[in-house]
């Protein structure tokens, strides 16, 4: 029994940071013969991909990196319930999209992969609680996303410490919010 639990915990970790290296902004913008990683800071992820091809192919590539983030963590606590595993399993779209071996390592924040997990965890509230956090700090301080991100993601982690499993989500939280603030502090490779 254990074997097989290990062994689905194995498949459904590298499934999801499969799920998350695919650079669905970089390919799907080609239709347009563009490329995100060539527009604002160089990120291939739905923000660019709305500057580099349009708000279409910018709102399916947001609803992608949304679903890679939200299926793992969704299926882990269909087929496996809830464990030590989940952050693992959660967390490892955010690890894929952040370095896409389809992009040699180079791939995006994984912002849209975060509120994805987010919108898997238990009940509704966490994913609505993370958007109004966002939009109050990106609203106070318009341009500066690494500040609106930091914010509202440590208020975040209170409302996660009084919610419940808050151990396995606030795990979660600890596995991939750092990857959020280091991606908006490295440097920025193309500027428009």
């Not at 949304?66 to 779209?93: C, D, M, N, R, T």
Request: proline share 6%.
């Amino acid at each position: 029994m254990k074997e097989n639990l290990l062994a689905q915990i194995v498949l459904l970790v590298i499934g999801g940071f499969f799920l998350g290296s695919l650079p669905w902004s970089v390919w799907l913008s080609k239709f347009k013969s563009a490329d995100p990683r060539l527009v604002g800071d160089g990120n291939p992820g739905a923000f660019n991909t709305w500057k580099a091809s349009g708000k279409w192919i910018g709102t399916i590539v947001l609803l992608l990196d949304i679903a890679k983030g939200y299926l793992p963590a969704h299926v882990a606590q269909l087929e496996l319930s809830w464990g030590w595993w989940i952050p693992f399993i959660a967390s490892s779209p955010i690890y894929g999209h952040r370095w896409s071996p389809f992009l040699r390592g180079k791939g995006g924040i994984g912002l849209a992969a975060y509120i994805g997990l987010w919108s898997a965890m238990p009940g509704p509230w966490a994913s609505f609680v993370l958007g109004v956090l966002f939009l109050i700090f990106i609203m106070i301080l318009r341009q500066d996303r690494f500040k609106s991100v930091t914010l509202a993601t440590l208020l975040f982690a209170l409302y996660l410490l009084f919610s419940p499993h808050a151990l396995i989500l606030l795990s979660t939280w600890c596995l991939t919010t750092p990857l959020l603030w280091f991606g908006y502090k490295r440097p920025k490779t193309v500027l428009n």
